[in-house]
């Protein structure tokens, strides 16, 4: 049930937008004019499977890795060209890894391939919601917000759903991408909205929008009164007001539990972005091979949005924007709060919402004085946690009592290191936490299966054991049998207490 007032969450911060410079700029095709590297592995679950060969023509729209068995998604070609090569790339993540990448040389023709599926014509509430989840899932679609979960996966799931919310909060400084494209193409986000609700069973949809963004808000509420659908609702503007849970908390009162899913208290969030392409994937049969990006930052000469092919090198993100006036002290894939340091050299993702070059002046370094205890981190967490807590057991390496104080309740939203006025790099201490976390599972669940696999060898050489000594023991059965019969010849009978000794040394 929707709330007829929006409730404010607790915690979370009052950040400067710095949106100002790319508020008012429109979203600017881009074409692929170079290689472009498209991650096979950019979603959450297992990288999809390449779907072609290094020398391949390809063409736009063209599958190029089929999904995994299991949670991944299909990746797609975002342009016509030639498949240079299949090879393993870094990600748009700080730690450099590299993944799965298919490379492809733009012919500059922007052929669509020829085997697209046929536009979906039919109003919403006559398409099946089976036909629908299976569209978006041949698309690729993923959540556009930067989780980059399969969407299919949300909208086939099976669980009843009795209220879709849109995010459309977008409260990362600096960005506005997704204001932009619920300003410009708000009538395909709104039909996106209710095919995903007809596939989700839906009763009531709803579009939460910061209330600094009235132009989106204005843009979808016409839409809506054209179209109908949604409930176009305003909410604070609040970091982190677009997180999953404290948008359904700000609409319907309602909280997850820790450890569950929206889904089962019946309910699915999805960003304004995913809904958009939704609707493309459905009316146009178009896969995802392009997304809205916010190239931002004091760094950048001329800070504007694009509608970017994905695979293309986030360096060319910023030279499209007019190059670098000066040598930024960080480059951030995403906004400055959740974004990561990326290496200039990786492909734009499906999660990609911004590039954004930032001056010394824009960013605060970490200096590592001690915490003295004034509670404002705590006041800043939208999760009621002790943060300050959390950090002084990561920092002592002490993994399980962070994890016992919430460190995995933690949204890692940044709000505590905001405010901390010793500066101390909280967040990092987070991620450094959950790291070793890890490492700890993973190497309990390869002691386990070492475990397994030597019980599983004893007990297969006591089966042989016992194999052989049955079987010796039928032989001395057989042959007093044969003794008794009077059937045995004096040779093998003196032989028989040499074989059974050997028999029995076996």
Not at 88 to 113: F, K, M, N, Q, Y
Not at 222 to 230: C, I, K, S, V, Y
Not at 302 to 317: D, Y
Request: aromatic residues 2%; contains cysteine; hydrophobic residues 40%.
């Amino acid at each position: 049930m929707l709330l007829s007032k929006p409730k404010i969450i607790r915690g979370g911060v009052r950040t400067e937008s710095r949106k100002q410079s790319t508020a008012e700029a429109p979203l600017e095709p881009l074409r692929a004019g170079q290689r472009l590297y498209v991650s096979l592995a950019q979603h959450i679950g297992a990288p999809a499977l390449p779907a072609v060969a290094p020398g391949q023509d390809v063409a736009k729209g063209q599958c190029i890795g089929t999904p995994e068995a299991g949670l991944s998604a299909a990746v797609h070609a975002p342009t016509s060209g030639r498949v240079v090569a299949i090879d393993r790339h870094p990600a748009p993540h700080p730690s450099g890894l590299t993944v799965p990448t298919v490379i492809i040389e733009p012919d500059g023709e922007e052929r669509w391939a020829p085997q697209l599926p046929d536009p979906m014509t039919a109003p919403a509430g006559q398409l099946d919601p089976t036909a629908i989840a299976t569209r978006v899932a041949e698309a690729g679609i993923v959540g556009m917000g930067g989780a980059a979960f399969p969407a299919a996966v949300k909208l086939g799931a099976g669980q009843p759903v009795a209220t879709l919310i849109l995010n459309g909060g977008e409260c990362e400084p600096y960005l506005t991408c997704d204001d932009r494209l619920m300003r410009e193409r708000a009538a395909g986000i709104i039909d996106g909205a209710q095919l995903m609700a007809r596939a989700l069973g839906a009763e009531r949809t709803a579009i939460g929008v910061e209330d600094n963004k009235p132009e989106a808000i204005h843009a979808l509420r016409r839409a809506t009164d054209a179209l109908g659908g949604p409930d176009v609702v305003p909410v604070p503007s609040l970091w982190p007001q677009g997180s999953e849970k404290h948008l359904i908390y700000t609409l319907t009162g309602r909280e997850v539990p820790a450890g569950a899913r929206a889904a089962d208290i019946g309910v699915v969030v999805h960003n304004v972005g995913t809904a958009y392409a939704v609707h493309r994937a459905a009316r146009h049969g178009r896969p995802l091979i392009s997304r809205p990006v916010t190239v931002g930052g004091g760094a950048v000469a001329e800070p504007t949005n694009f509608e970017v092919p994905l695979g293309l090198p986030l360096q060319a993100l910023l030279e499209a924007a007019g190059g670098l006036r000066e040598d930024p002290a960080r480059v951030l894939a995403g906004g400055p709060m959740m974004g990561q340091v990326a290496p200039l050299e990786a492909g734009v993702a499906k999660g990609t919402n911004g590039v954004i070059a930032l001056t010394a002046a824009e960013i605060r370094e970490a200096e590592g004085r001690p915490c003295i205890r004034c509670g404002r981190c705590v006041d800043a967490c939208p999760m009621g946690l002790m943060p300050f807590e959390i950090a002084n057991r990561a920092a002592a390496g002490d993994v399980d009592g962070a994890a016992a104080s919430g460190l995995m309740d933690c949204l890692t939203c940044g709000s505590c290191a905001y405010v901390c006025p010793s500066a101390r790099p909280l967040v990092q201490l987070f991620h450094h936490a959950r790291g070793q976390r890890a490492e700890q599972a993973a190497a309990k669940e390869r002691s386990e299966l070492q475990r397994r696999m030597a019980e599983q060898r004893a007990e297969r050489q006591r089966r042989e054991q016992e194999r052989k000594k049955a079987a010796a023991a039928a032989r001395r059965r057989q042959r007093a049998q044969q003794k008794a019969a009077g059937g045995d010849s004096e040779s093998p009978a003196q032989e028989q207490p040499q074989n059974e000794e050997k028999e029995t040394q076996t």
